[in-house]
């Protein structure tokens, strides 16, 4: 049921969409597109996406933020503070948990999500990144198009990654294009720096070749060297079996409260290798 508040949420009107790109765009969108399709091609919480060409004849992706989002969430912001000001005063949780940082941090990251440009400039270091890994492609961005509330991109054909019935259709091998989504993530995390961190069906593409098309990076997150490396010592840990590791990194990702029962976690996640292991 989750699945649908992807890319399925109820679309606004196009007449509304297109008054949010001709106020971004200071001109009439014809100005611009010979062609917009009459529906949204996908449909979150924040922006919509349409397809059009320019007048150049080139296909596009137009993502549109929706009117009245940035109002919508300084109230939803308004909100969570008064629920946390209520946990604060009346549990004990803010002996677990730090709720100024958590706010901070929701607050960062999806005040990013609003600016586009900023989309546009991680899409872009993405693609640099992983230039060279086969069989992986990013969207080609157009600067001149693309403005805090409107993200103009290549268009590109695929279905969503968890469509069976489309790798079917095309002879892919599930086991392979897995091992090539595995390593992609898992270089984003290894070796620090920047990752996708919403990593949803409706953001990760297939070609009809295999081609694992990586899309929307309004929402990423960056992880350190050092943390990076505590990862990998988890990695390590559960290969080996040595979940005292696994607790020392986790510890050092600062995921353990000081008060944690260290052995009942170490067996907890000794049973869950194991169950894993079974299947």
Do not use: C
């Amino acid at each position: 049921e989750l699945e649908g508040l992807t890319d399925r949420v109820p679309s606004v009107s196009r007449q509304k969409i297109v008054s949010v790109l001709e106020q971004e765009w200071n001109s009439p969108h014809t100005s611009y597109l010979t062609s917009l399709s009459n529906e949204s091609v996908a449909s979150a919480s924040i922006g919509e996406v349409y397809k059009g060409v320019l007048k150049d004849g080139t296909e596009v992706a137009i993502k549109v933020q929706r009117p009245g989002t940035d109002r919508i969430l300084r109230a939803d912001f308004q909100a969570i503070r008064i629920v946390i000001w209520f946990l604060r005063t009346f549990t004990p949780l803010s002996k677990q948990m730090d709720f100024k940082q958590l706010y901070n941090e929701m607050t960062e990251t999806i005040g990013a999500e609003l600016n586009f440009l900023q989309e546009l400039q991680s899409g872009r270091a993405f693609a640099e990144r992983f230039d060279g890994m086969e069989g992986v492609r990013f969207p080609v961005y157009f600067d001149e198009y693309t403005t805090r509330r409107v993200l103009v991109m290549e268009w590109i054909e695929g279905a969503r990654i968890t469509d069976l019935a489309f790798i079917e259709k095309h002879n892919l091998d599930r086991h392979e294009l897995s091992e090539r989504l595995f390593i992609l993530f898992l270089e984003q995390v290894l070796y620090g720096g920047q990752f996708h961190a919403d990593p949803h069906g409706g953001n990760i593409l297939l070609k009809p070749d295999g081609t694992i098309v990586l899309i929307d990076f309004g929402m990423t997150g960056t992880i350190s060297k050092a943390d990076s490396q505590a990862v990998l010592r988890i990695a390590e840990g559960i290969i080996f079996k040595n979940y005292d590791e696994v607790l020392d990194a986790l510890e050092e990702l600062r995921f353990l409260l000081p008060q944690a029962d260290r052995a009942l976690l170490a067996d907890t996640i000794a049973r869950l290798v194991t169950a894993y292991e079974s299947n």
